[in-house]
């Protein structure tokens, strides 16, 4: 397994909350189970330039770290689905005001980020 070679600082929330939702895939994939996307299938399609494998790593960490929990079906053929956990539903109202931060802000920011 991969060990990061210089340890992640949790001396603060701050750090906390990166080191949980830092992936370039994660707040996309909360927001969309939250919004009520499940299957992994379904979450591939939403998100087209994410390859098949980096959503399952991702999955696979906000599962580790509580975020998610994975359910997964006794079926032919197999069948997974992820749900938020009540801490996944707490960063729910943090992703929110975020977006509308960054709507608030769209035309000075699309400038800048575009570049």
């Known amino acids: 397994m991969y060990k990061k070679k210089i340890p992640v600082s949790l001396d603060c929330g701050l750090h906390l909350?990166?080191?949980?939702?830092?992936?370039?895939?994660?707040?996309?994939?909360?927001?969309?189970?939250?919004?009520?996307?499940?299957?992994?299938?379904?979450?591939?399609?939403?998100?087209p330039g994410a390859s098949r494998g980096v959503l399952d790593?991702?999955?696979?960490?906000l599962v580790e770290h509580g975020i998610l929990n994975k359910i997964t079906y006794d079926v032919l053929p197999l069948k997974v689905e992820y749900e938020l956990t009540a801490l996944g539903e707490s960063l729910i109202p943090a992703i929110a005001y975020t977006a509308q931060w960054g709507e608030d802000h769209r035309e000075e920011l699309e400038s800048v980020v575009s570049k």
């Open 17 to 47: 909350f990166l080191a949980v939702i830092n992936g370039k895939w994660k707040i996309s994939l909360i927001w969309c189970i939250h919004s009520g996307i499940k299957r992994p299938g379904e979450l591939q399609r939403k998100m």
């Open 57 to 61: 790593t991702q999955l696979k960490q």
